[in-house]
């Protein structure tokens, strides 16, 4: 925030209540770290510049699955060929493995393994598409599809298709037939103990379950991916990450059956920006703490959005039981439209067909602001903060709130949450507060007349 914004609220707070106790000082410190929070976009990592291989064949060694045997009629199994292009391209200094377009390759689970020569580009212009029957699938590869592992410095771009066939998988999930075991299925795409990834432009399709995850690794960026899904297909996580750092995703649209995007356990320095989220699940940190275990998130960024009739907007969630925290986030500058929960904590997540215990340990949720997020919710409680009794979320900011219902009134729902608004905040959060009696809590309309000392009705407080 601007310093003339924040020595003007400590300035009027001073001047209306003698000596600031240090819970200000510290409320304003949050604010100041919150609105600071920034993760370095682009320029972080070094990477070499190929807009297309075409256009810069000079030095580059063309790897084209169809060389390798490849038939692209969609019946033909071109896993082999895949993976022996695959063998060269990555063993080959500048190479550019090549999916044309115009075809349809078919493909089994399949783990595509680094480390790579230098400067390899996996261009994806046609549709790689999987077997459509879960029974004959690889068990030894029960959770993956195509699985890209160990690799640094690689560019996968191209204006083609990675399309699971996921239908069958989805009839048998539990969610969808009670009478079936709950087990995970394949995850389409997976970037895994990876660093300095750039990813441009694929779309990703009806996988067999999560759609594309990042896991344990470093400086990747995903740039103009879509995900697509029907809105009921269960599981179907569009972009997860998942123990990684530095991770930039923008100018994505995701539509699918679970959550657009989901970020867990030891994951930080994530940003997120102009994503487009509908149907689905909404943006999650989370779910962490399942099992009694540590769920540890920190330093997530989400910049311009738009969420259209998703079941949440911008979600924390973590299962009672659990441990470790989820400390500095910043949302901001988010349209909702028909969002059920457009804004939620929820400290007793529950998937699972048997309901949850309450436990006395739970994720520790700090440090979280809410910043000019407008639109309108499907739900009575288009702010909902349900947090644990014993670990009560803290540091909870609100600024510049419009959340409307179509027709009807909306309110703020709170359990042992604390924390504070400036500008508009509408619905009112004024529970948020409750149980702190050293708090700032500055519900207003109009940011400028902050600075009007005078106006003392504007500091809602019991300092
Ligand atoms: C499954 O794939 C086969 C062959 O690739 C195709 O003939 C069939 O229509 C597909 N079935 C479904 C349900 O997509
Ligand atoms: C894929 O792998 C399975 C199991 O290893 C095998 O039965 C099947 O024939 C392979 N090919 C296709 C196209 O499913
Ligand atoms: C549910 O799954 C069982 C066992 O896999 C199967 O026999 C049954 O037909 C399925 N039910 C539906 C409604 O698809
Ligand atoms: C979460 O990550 C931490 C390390 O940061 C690890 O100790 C813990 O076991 C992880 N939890 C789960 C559920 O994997
Ligand atoms: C608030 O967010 C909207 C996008 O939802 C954006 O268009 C607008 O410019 C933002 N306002 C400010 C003051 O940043
Ligand atoms: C767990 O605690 C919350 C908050 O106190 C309460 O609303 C909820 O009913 C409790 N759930 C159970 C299963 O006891
Ligand atoms: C949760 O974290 C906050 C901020 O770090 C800390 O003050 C608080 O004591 C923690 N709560 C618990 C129950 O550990």
Redesign the pocket.
């Known amino acids: 925030m601007d310093k003339f914004f924040m020595l003007s609220i400590l300035g009027l707070l001073i001047a209306s209540y003698g000596v600031a106790g240090n819970m200000v000082y510290d409320n304003i410190a949050t604010l100041d770290e919150l609105e600071s929070l920034d993760i370095e976009d682009d320029n972080d990592f070094d990477f070499f510049e190929i807009p297309s291989w075409a256009s810069e064949r000079g030095g580059k060694v063309l790897v084209n699955v169809d060389s390798f045997g490849a038939v692209g009629d969609g019946v033909s199994d071109d896993t082999q060929a895949f993976q022996k292009a695959w063998d060269t391209a990555c063993s080959t200094p500048k190479a550019v493995l090549l999916v044309p377009q115009d075809r349809r390759y078919l493909v089994n689970a399949t783990k595509f393994q680094g480390p790579c020569a230098e400067k390899l580009v996996v261009q994806i212009d046609g549709t790689i598409v999987a077997p459509n029957e879960t029974n004959n699938w690889n068990p030894k590869f029960a959770r993956i599809w195509l699985d890209f592992s160990k690799l640094e410095g690689v560019l996968f771009q191209g204006h083609g298709v990675i399309d699971g066939s996921g239908s069958k998988w989805w009839a048998a999930s539990c969610k969808k037939n009670k009478t079936n075991p709950c087990k995970g299925a394949p995850t389409a795409l997976t970037i895994d103990s990876s660093s300095a990834i750039k990813v441009k432009g694929l779309t990703i399709q009806n996988s067999q379950q999560m759609h594309f995850v990042i896991s344990r690794s470093d400086s990747v960026r995903v740039t103009g991916v879509q995900v697509s899904a029907p809105g009921d297909s269960p599981n179907t996580d569009g972009i997860h990450i998942t123990q990684s750092t530095n991770v930039v995703l923008q100018e994505c649209k995701i539509g699918t059956g679970d959550d657009c995007v989901s970020i867990v356990n030891a994951s930080s320095n994530i940003k997120m920006k102009r994503i487009y989220c509908g149907p689905g699940h909404g943006i999650s940190i989370g779910s962490l703490g399942k099992d009694n275990s540590i769920g540890i998130v920190t330093q997530v960024v989400l910049d311009t959005a738009v969420l259209k009739e998703t079941t949440n907007g911008v979600r924390i969630k973590t299962w ?1 039981g659990g441990s470790g925290y989820v400390q500095g986030v910043r949302f901001q500058n988010v349209m909702m439209e028909d969002v059920a929960n457009p804004i939620i904590i929820d400290q ?1 997540y529950c998937d699972s067909p048997k ?4 436990q006395t340990s739970a994720v520790n949720i700090t440090k979280i602001i809410y910043k000019n997020i407008s639109g309108t919710t499907k739900s009575e409680k288009a702010m909902k903060f ?1 947090c ?2 014993t670990v009560p979320c803290s540091n909870i900011v609100l600024s510049n709130i419009n959340l409307e219902k179509k027709d009807g009134t909306v309110e703020t729902y709170c ?2 949450a604390q924390g504070f608004g400036y500008g508009t905040v509408h619905p009112s959060a004024d529970c948020l507060s409750s149980h702190d009696k050293n708090h700032l809590l500055i519900d207003q309309s109009d940011d400028a007349k902050l600075a009007e000392p005078e106006r003392q009705d504007i500091v809602h407080t019991e300092l």
């Open positions: 009672q007793f309901s949850c215990e309450n349900a644990s009794d359990n042992s």
